[in-house]
Nanobody
Framework: QVQLVESGGGSVQAGGSLRLSCAAS????????VAWYRRAPGEQRELVAT???????SYPDSVKGRFTISRDNAKNTVFLQMNSLKPEDTGVYYC??????????WGQGTQVTVSS
């Protein structure tokens, strides 16, 4: 049984930082594509960070330079470091892992609220 559990969300003021964690059980992050998504109120889900099996990362312009995705294979955990947070970063953040055959698994999400 695959489970992804996000943690580290909370409320911060603009300009602050948070580090989100996604701990996995039943699946190994190594050699898989992992990602973070977010969903702002009334908006569609948005991809904010991708980390492939080779270590390459990608980010949309909205978070580039402020967010960093990484993984600790020993702990089977994926992280999202978020710096210089803005109110528009507010939303529920989800981690995702995609298996080699294309199956996607999602965590339950963690709330991030950034006040102005």
């Amino acid at each position: 049984q695959v489970q992804l559990v996000e943690s580290g969300g909370g409320s911060v003021q603009a300009g602050g930082s948070l580090r989100l964690s996604c701990a996995a059980s039943g699946i190994i992050f190594s050699r898989k594509v992992v990602a973070w998504y977010r969903r702002a109120p009334g908006e569609q889900r948005e991809l904010v960070a991708t980390l492939d099996s080779g270590g390459s990362t990608s980010y949309p312009d909205s978070v580039k330079g402020r967010f960093t995705i990484s993984r600790d294979n020993a702990k089977n955990t994926v992280f999202l470091q978020m710096n210089s947070l803005k109110p528009e970063d507010t939303g529920v953040y989800y981690c995702q892992v995609r298996t080699l055959i294309g199956t996607m698994y999602w965590g339950q999400g963690t709330q991030v609220t950034v006040s102005s």
